[in-house]
Antibody
Framework: QVQLQESGPGLVKPSQTLSLTCTVS??????????WSWIRQHPGKGLEWIGY???????YYNPSLKSRVTISVDTSKNQFSLKLSSVTAADTAVYYC?????????????WGQGTMVTVSS | VIWMTQSPSLLSASTGDRVTISCRMS??????LAWYQQKPGKAPELLIY???TLQSGVPSRFSGSGSGTDFTLTISCLQSEDFATYYC?????????FGQGTKVEIK
């Protein structure tokens, strides 16, 4: 059974770069047909898709964040990562990694538990 | 960008009630729609994909319908564990977008 686990600093200073990693267990990130996404949720608010990566390295980012986002994959570690640069308080949110499931027609069928990131000096 | 209008934002109901949640798209998306349930402090969980296909393990009291621009999530007989927030999400085009959420609370 595939599981996802986010990790990274819970506190980031304004103007710095937020860096998170999602570790995939119970399956290979290189198994074809799946896209690996980052999604965030501001406190008490709805969900915002940040972008995704395929195991080959191809990416697609939300245009609203594209200038600041980089998603990368490390197949040897079965991980994918998010970098968000020049953060402000508006980037304070719970960050989730999720699998875009080929079996479920591209809906997000598996989610990590989420990690809270606070942007503050 | 496809905008989604989910309604109501808050729904007060009792155990045993039949409840419906609506999701309207700013443009047609065929059946590329999913529904998620989120409980406080937890990640969302997939309930329904392709507008009406129940995810494995999800109780049959949940159902989805619609295509094009108008979609509905129905819970036929509300159980105590169903009090949560529900989101619709389109995956017809990029960026992927979610509805604003519907909180189902105990009346």
């Amino acid at each position: 059974q595939v599981q996802l686990q986010e990790s990274g600093p819970g506190l980031v200073k304004p103007s710095q770069t937020l860096s998170l990693t999602c570790t995939v267990s119970g399956g290979s990130i290189s198994s074809g047909g799946y896209y690996w996404s980052w999604i965030r949720q501001h406190p008490g608010k709805g969900l915002e898709w940040i972008g995704y990566i395929y195991y080959s390295g191809s990416t697609y980012y939300n245009p609203s964040l594209k200038s600041r986002v980089t998603i990368s994959v490390d197949t040897s570690k079965n991980q994918f990562s998010l970098k968000l640069s020049s953060v402000t308080a508006a980037d304070t949110a719970v960050y989730y990694c999720a699998r875009d499931g080929v079996v479920t027609d591209d809906a997000f069928d598996i989610w990590g538990q989420g990690t809270m990131v606070t942007v503050s000096s | 960008v496809i905008w989604m209008t989910q309604s109501p934002s808050l729904l007060s109901a009792s155990t045993g009630d039949r409840v419906t949640i609506s999701c309207r798209m700013s443009q047609g998306i065929s059946s590329y729609l999913a529904w998620y349930q989120q409980k406080p402090g937890k990640a969302p969980e997939l309930l329904i994909y392709a507008a009406s296909t129940l995810q494995s393990g999800v109780p049959s009291r949940f159902s989805g319908s619609g295509s094009g621009t108008d979609f509905t999530l129905t819970i036929s007989c509300l159980q105590s564990e169903d009090f949560a927030t529900y989101y619709c999400q389109q995956y017809y085009s990029f960026p992927r977008t979610f509805g604003q959420g519907t909180k189902v609370e105990i009346k």
